[in-house]
T-cell receptor, first 113, second 116 residues
Framework: DAKTTQPTSMDCAEGRAANLPCNHS???????VYWYRQIHSQGPQYIIH???NNETNEMASLIITEDRKSSTLILPHATLRDTAVYYC??????????????FGKGTHLIIQP | DGGITQSPKYLFRKEGQNVTLSCEQN?????MYWYRQDPGQGLRLIYY???????QKGDIAEGYSVSREKKESFPLTVTSAQKNPTAFYLC???????????????FGPGTRLTVL
């Protein structure tokens, strides 16, 4: 699976959009970008994933560059409850063979009141 | 109320003792996983199981053992051979994906193991 690089920490004001970058310059054609987040001392929670098109769901938007070497997770209106560690994961889509995920250190997003 | 349960939330053991961490899910998920997390670090995969009575080693399986006798249960034993067992242990499960869909991993609340 391709390696990802994320900033160690970021601050964002409550109510503003939080933009979390992820670099994955060695991504291959069949690898997807996944985002999970982990609130302190809890299990991680899935947010969104994508291959090459931009994706949006009720939690966030995922913008993937045309060359797929980087992506940005956008939380449109951050709240204090969005304070968490955000993990960007790149891996092949395993279909029915559901093997495990590889989590790096992620980005600690702190939402300021 | 469906979900993944892990018990206990906090566990203390003396060095040299084996300890078993419980993980149960009532989501009818096919695959189950165990991860370990150390302070300030990401999660590392210990073992995973895609079907009953079968499991595979993850990245850091040494010093751990698992069983999968029932679909809903995937206990993890931390043996005395594990050199640094103090950590936060997370269990997860997922439904096998069909077609082009992706089924996310659902995580339990975790067990914090401290070996004294």
């Amino acid at each position: 699976d391709a390696k990802t690089t994320q900033p160690t920490s970021m601050d964002c004001a409550e109510g503003r959009a939080a933009n979390l970058p992820c670099n994955h310059s060695t991504i291959s054609g069949n690898e997807y970008v996944y985002w999970y987040r982990q609130i302190h001392s809890q299990g991680p929670q899935y947010i969104i994933h994508g291959l090459k098109n931009n994706e949006t769901n009720e939690m966030a938007s995922l913008i993937i560059t045309e060359d797929r070497k980087s992506s940005t997770l956008i939380l449109p209106h951050a709240t204090l409850r969005d304070t968490a560690v955000y993990y960007c994961i790149v891996r092949h889509y395993s279909g029915g063979g559901a093997d495990g995920l590889t989590f790096g250190k992620g980005t600690h997003l702190i939402i300021q009141p | 109320d469906g979900g993944i349960t892990q018990s206990p939330k906090y566990l203390f053991r003396k060095e040299g003792q084996n300890v078993t961490l419980s993980c149960e899910q009532n989501l009818n998920h096919d695959a189950m996983y165990w991860y370990r997390q150390d302070p300030g670090q990401g999660l590392r995969l210990i073992y995973y199981s895609q079907i009953v009575n079968d499991f595979q080693k993850g990245d850091i399986a040494e010093g751990y053992s698992v069983s999968r006798e029932k679909k809903e249960s995937f206990p993890l034993t931390v043996t005395s051979a594990q050199k640094n067992p103090t950590a936060f242990y997370l269990c997860a499960s997922t439904l096998f994906a069909s077609g082009n869909s992706y089924n996310e991993q659902f995580f339990g609340p975790g067990t914090r193991l401290t070996v004294l």
